[in-house]
């Protein structure tokens, strides 16, 4: 088998239209499809990354919560690649996102923080 790379992210939002204004009026991403799946009562909306790279955000009548944060068993966080941590992080603070104090990564030199969407999920983004 050989893998090429991510193609999506999918994320259960508890309020959808929290969550989609999030995730692209200030994070950036573009709307590539949208639809409302009526036989599931369920909005389905694909983000494109400039990579080519989706994250699909989800809407369900009451999702389950998330059992902890940040150290459940799967997945841990979604990293984020940016070329300008410095502003990526006033984007986020002028948008009322909080963010942690900046980090440096101890094997590659990067920097790198942590932030949350609407539903408290663990972000990262990471300067490349």
């Not at 990354?49 to 068993?73: H, N």
């Not at 410095?86 to 590659?108: F, K, M, S």
Request: net charge negative; hydrophobic share 40%.
């Amino acid at each position: 088998m050989k893998l090429s790379g991510i193609h999506h992210v999918a994320i259960i939002a508890s309020d959808y239209p929290r969550s989609r204004h999030f995730y692209t009026a200030i994070l950036g991403l573009n709307v590539v499809a949208e639809v409302y799946r009526e036989q599931r009562d369920s909005w389905k909306l694909d983000l494109g990354l400039p990579d080519g790279s989706q994250i699909e955000l989800f809407s369900f009548p009451s999702p389950p919560p998330r059992t902890s944060r940040p150290e459940a068993c799967g997945l841990r966080h979604l990293a984020l690649r940016v070329p300008d941590l410095t502003a990526a992080v006033e984007h986020l603070q002028q948008n009322g996102v909080a963010t942690e104090p900046v980090r440096i990564d101890e094997y590659t030199g990067k920097r790198f923080t942590f932030f949350a969407d609407p539903d408290d999920l663990p972000l990262e983004l990471y300067e490349v």
